[in-house]
């Protein structure tokens, strides 16, 4: 069965292309800058040159089509009708409280991503686009979403909730949502088959350190704290965004420097984390290649990486102790895979703090692919 995943984000839409019975993925590529002057497409098959041309992408639907034609295309396509695609699947940032795991696209769902965009207005809006330009480019194929959100819906009431007046949970859902949950997901899931155990047996703490960074506590399969909010800017320290921060400080710099409420939030998720401490780059290579060298400017990179290294030793130590234990830390996402002497320090730092059996792993993400097999277990459920 093939399957279509669609990742869209503001001006962009990723896809890949999936045979979800072989596991392995027939294309992939991106539409990129959607609505300027200079869209362009990138698209690789599992077998040939990568594809690389200008295109003209007004809008979302303009950017499904383009996809589409070049997944059929004589030249560079992998099959021949857009309908040997079976299903549809969509990552989707924000579900709330209402969506607990994967689900089959309904009009009623529609809605409720809708409502939810509210909470995720950078996210949410792109995924409509491409559900509704699925809808109507592929009509009649099944879709699914996916959702970030839905693996943490496991996490106990002690560890989502904040210590505001109840009424305002109840009346406006403020409460730890986390994300990233696609990925915490599948490494979870991946680091079971490498340890050779199973994962209901298993206490986990998985680390996605991106540009975007998070940290889950995973016992037994299960979400039971993460460090991401309500928003995606609480907890680590991250390429542009703050992480951890007294709220006191909002109102502080309101009143110092003047500034909105846009402009204090613009300032703690772009101009903060890495890019704000190093003054270099939210790159964590770039900060990492300054830190080798001499003066002030080294030494605020330098700081930038204990800083960056710290908060996930300390949100590590506290998940350990809110487990009781632990069997494998596991790291992935870009600055894992490319960082292996990370990876090894906070292993050293942290020796007499973890068991002295646990394992630290490192596991590319593959959030696509789980994508794909939860959209093919959703719709082969829904045939039978």
């Known amino acids: 069965m093939l399957i279509l995943i669609i990742n869209c984000g503001s001006s962009s839409a990723k896809y890949q292309l999936f045979d979800a019975e072989r596991h392995h993925f027939l294309a992939k590529g991106i539409v990129e800058r959607i609505g300027h002057t200079n869209s362009s497409l990138r698209h690789q098959t599992n077998s040939g040159k990568p594809l690389s041309r200008n295109v003209s992408c007004k809008d979302h639907h303009v950017a499904i089509e383009i996809i589409v034609k070049t997944l059929t295309d004589d030249r560079c396509g992998v099959i021949r009708s857009k309908n040997e695609i079976k299903g549809i699947g969509h990552r989707v ?3 709330g409280e209402e969506f607990k795991a994967s689900t089959f696209i309904t009009p009623k769902v529609i809605r409720s991503i809708v409502k939810y965009s509210e909470l995720a207005p950078l996210h949410n809006p792109p995924s409509l686009f491409g559900i509704r330009a699925c809808s109507e480019i592929l009509r009649g194929i099944p879709q699914v979403a996916v959702f970030d959100t839905s693996f943490h819906q496991t996490m106990p009431s002690r560890s989502f909730m904040y210590a505001i007046p109840y009424r305002l949970y109840a009346k406006y859902g403020i409460r730890r949502y986390g994300f990233h949950g696609t990925s915490h997901r599948f490494v979870a899931e991946e680091a079971a088959r490498k340890l050779w155990r199973p994962l209901k ?17 995973i016992d037994g399969g299960k979400s039971v704290d993460t460090s991401m909010g309500f928003t995606p800017l609480e907890g680590l320290v991250m390429g542009t965004r703050s992480g951890d921060i007294d709220p006191a400080v909002v109102f502080y710099l309101m009143e110092k420097e003047r500034l909105s409420p846009a402009e204090v939030s613009d300032l703690l998720n772009k101009e903060s984390g890495l890019l704000g401490i190093s003054g270099v780059s939210n790159d964590m290579r770039d900060v990492v290649k300054a830190s080798k060298g001499k003066g002030k400017a080294a030494g605020r990179a330098r700081l930038a990486l204990d800083m960056f290294i710290y908060r996930i030793e300390k949100y590590i130590g506290a998940y350990v102790a809110a487990m009781g234990g632990l069997d494998a830390v596991v790291f992935t996402a870009g600055i894992s895979e490319n960082n292996p002497w990370l990876v090894k320090r906070i292993e050293d730092d942290l020796k007499g703090i973890v068991p002295r059996e646990a394992k630290f792993l490192v596991i590319p993400t593959n959030e696509e692919l789980l994508i794909a097999r939860d959209t093919y277990k959703i719709i082969k459920a829904r045939r039978k």
């Not at 047996?201 to 506590?217: K, P, Q, V």
């Open 201 to 217: 047996d298993l206490r986990l703490i998985t680390c996605h350190l991106g540009n975007g960074c998070s940290i889950t506590a």
């Open 93 to 95: 940032v924000h579900g």
